[in-house]
Each structure stands twice: as C-alpha cells, then as structure tokens.
C-alpha cells in the first residue's frame, strides 16, 4: 500500500483504490487477482492467528446490509403467504446447504451428476454463504486444524463471537483455499458461481419480487407485495440460516454431548440438529466426517439425511456413505492427517 511519508499514513489515492477494490469484490470476488494484490489473490491466507484482528468493513456491506434489510419488515408488515415462502426456502436453502455444500462438496459422501451438482451448488450459492468452493475449502481446512490455533473458527481459541460470525468477515478469509479443493475447482461452472458469488442471490431476490408483485396484481385477497416477499423470503429466511448455520461453528463446539472423545470440543446437540436439519449431531460428524448420515442413530433426527435418501430413491444421487460399524462403537478417535479428515 502507497504510504504519505509526512504522516506515515496511507495516501489518500492509496485509500480510494481500497475502497474501489472492495466496492469491486461485492461483485467479483476474482478481482483481487486482477489488480495484483498479492494479499487478496494468494490461495493460502495467512495463519489464523494473524488473520483474527482485521476486518473488512467495508467489504463486509453486503453481509451487514442483509441484517438491516429485516429492518425493513416494518414497513412492509406481515402475510401468512411472505411467512410461508420464508419458511419454504429457508428449508430448501438450509438443505442445499447441508446436504451438498457440507456433505457432499466438502467431504465427498455421495455421488452426484454434474447437472444435480451444479442445480445444488446454484441454490446454496442463493444463500449468500460464497460460493461452494470458499464453503467447501474453509471447511475441510477446519477438519484438518479443528480446534486448533489454525482453525479459524474455533470457539476455544478465538472466542464465541469470532467462531459464530467474525472469522469470515476478515480480509484474509475471503480467499477460497484452493488448494483444498482441486477436486471441484475442475468444473468451470462451480468456479464461476464461486466468483461471481453475488448473483445467485441477487437473482433470488428479483425472483421474489416479481412473485410478490404478480401475486399482489393477480391475488390481491393474499395481501402480499413485491417488497413483502422480498423482506420475508430473503432477507429474514437469509439472516435465519446464516445464524443457524454459524451455530454449528460457535454453539457446536460449546454446548452439547460427546459421545466420542474426538481431538477437538465438538458437541451433540439435539436443538442444533432440529434447527439445521441434523448438523447438530457434530460430534458424530467430527469422529467420522465422510458419512451422508450424521445421526447416527434412529432416534439422532437428521432431516438432511431423510432428504438425501429421497434424492437417492429417485435417482438423482448414488453411493451414500455410512460410517463403519466398528466405528460407531468406538468411543476414542485418534487425530488423523490432515488429508484424510474431511
Ligand atoms: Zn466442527
Ligand atoms: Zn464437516
């Protein structure tokens, strides 16, 4: 960064192209690489610990701008039809991002083909959680160091507040670890929708505008409007799912049971996994990550995997892995490599 040698401060062309290029990666998160900057571009962020004091503010807007649309509620008021559309994609959202941005982006559990793949990774993408790649890479990079100084995320080392919604807000947390994940950085489609991350929300929401605005116009009896289910089904079924999806970084690794004695503070925990559709069995997940099915028993509700298995009877997925029988009774888990964690 330019530097004004007088006040030891950076210059103030130097502070317009930061805005700019800020401005630039709500758009296009490839723009970092574009203008050189090395901090931004690299495919390996800095260590957790330095990473843990900076945050973006003005990178973040968006994320910030999400939480402030809810505000808007009151103006718009209230509709069982705008409740229900919150309710039905925070449902269809949250699967898409259990059962395929987890299960099967991050830790491989299933087959799927390339047109499912992509129809899956679109609709998590309209979660506004980044794209699949950043997903899937920050993830397994939290098997491989969980609860580590390296993971960071990790509640014991950084903090509730900074597991649950601080660690991702730091510049150096914007990358996608790519060499995490060669594995899907294969497909163009899935880079592209990892790029351009903003869109699939932003086609969301002009989605459920134009239902409101047709619905308002056809059935005016449903008392509902453009604005209304934008409100409801984006912005408050959006903030739901970011918060109980951080859950499982924060409250995930504090609060709950351990039936297995794991290297790490992961937690079962039955609230967590009714609020996320069977995440909340982490503890599970973390003794045998490469699972489909993370209840582990019949009574362990797993949503996600109810939904996988109806994907799996119509053919739309194959191969849905189960943990091995001696593992499930085995009580102690050895930390692994690394590579074989996710
Ligand atoms: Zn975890
Ligand atoms: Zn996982």
Known sequence: MEVNPRAGRPSSASLRAGVLRSIALWFDTGAAAADGDAAMSRTTPAPAAAACQRIDWLRVLPFVGVHAGCLAVLAVGFSWVALGTAVLLYALRMFAITGFYHRYFAHRAFRASRPVQFAFALLGAS???R??????????HHHAHSDTSDDPHS??????LWSHTGWFLAREAFATRMERVPDLACFPELRFLDRFDLLAPLVLGILLFSAGELLAHLSPGLQTSGS????WGFFISTVALYHATFCINSLSHCFGTRRYETCD?????LWLALLTFGEGWHNNHH???GAARQGFHWWEVDLTYLGLRALAALGAITGLKQAPAELLAARRSART???ART
């Open 155 to 160: 509640p014991r080392r950084h903090g509730f």
């Open 287 to 289: 003794h045998f990550p």
């Open 337 to 339: 490599p690394a590579g």
């Open 127 to 129: 979660s506004a959680q």
């Open 228 to 231: 209304q289910l934008l409100v």
């Open 131 to 140: 794209g699949p790649l950043w997903w899937a890479s920050h993830h397994r």
């Open 265 to 269: 503070d992961s937690r079962n925990n």
